[in-house]
């Protein structure tokens, strides 16, 4: 099992960036693939981005493509979303998530019920 804490969310405007944070619990992290999720006022939890457990190959949703990064780093237990060039449509709570499953690269495979163990999520607003 691991535990999940998200940081670095706040309040940029468009055109801006920021890295979230998300340190794990336990001595498994570098067994997981993670994710990171969006969800935005009034509507469902959506894919951003996955990394594999290794780091070495990352998948992204179409939408955040060329502008956000996901990376992690094993020692320190931690994976980021580096968010660049930042629009009000990526207002919202932004979480974590672990999956036992290796990296999936496809839409269906990046789905939320295909990851186990998730953050408290961080807030986003992005002003225009």
């Known amino acids: 099992q691991v535990q999940l804490v998200e940081s670095g969310g706040g309040l940029v405007q468009a055109g801006g960036s920021l890295r979230l944070s998300c340190a794990a619990s336990?001595?498994?992290?570098?067994?997981?693939?993670m994710g990171w999720f969006h969800q935005a006022p009034g509507k469902e939890r959506e894919f951003v981005a996955a990394?594999?457990?290794?780091?070495?190959?990352?998948y992204y949703a179409d939408s955040v493509k060329g502008r956000f990064t996901i990376s992690r780093d094993n020692a320190k237990n931690t994976v980021y979303l580096q968010m660049n060039s930042l629009k009000p449509e990526d207002t919202g709570v932004y979480y974590c998530?672990?999956?036992?499953?290796?990296?999936?690269?496809?839409?269906?495979?990046?789905?939320?019920?295909?990851?186990?163990?998730w953050g408290q999520g961080t807030q986003v607003t992005v002003s225009s």
């Open positions: 998530a672990a999956r036992m499953l290796v990296l999936s690269t496809t839409p269906e495979g990046n789905a939320a019920a295909k990851y186990d163990y």
């Open positions: 336990g001595r498994t992290f570098s067994s997981y693939a």
């Open positions: 990394i594999s457990s290794s780091g070495r190959i990352t």
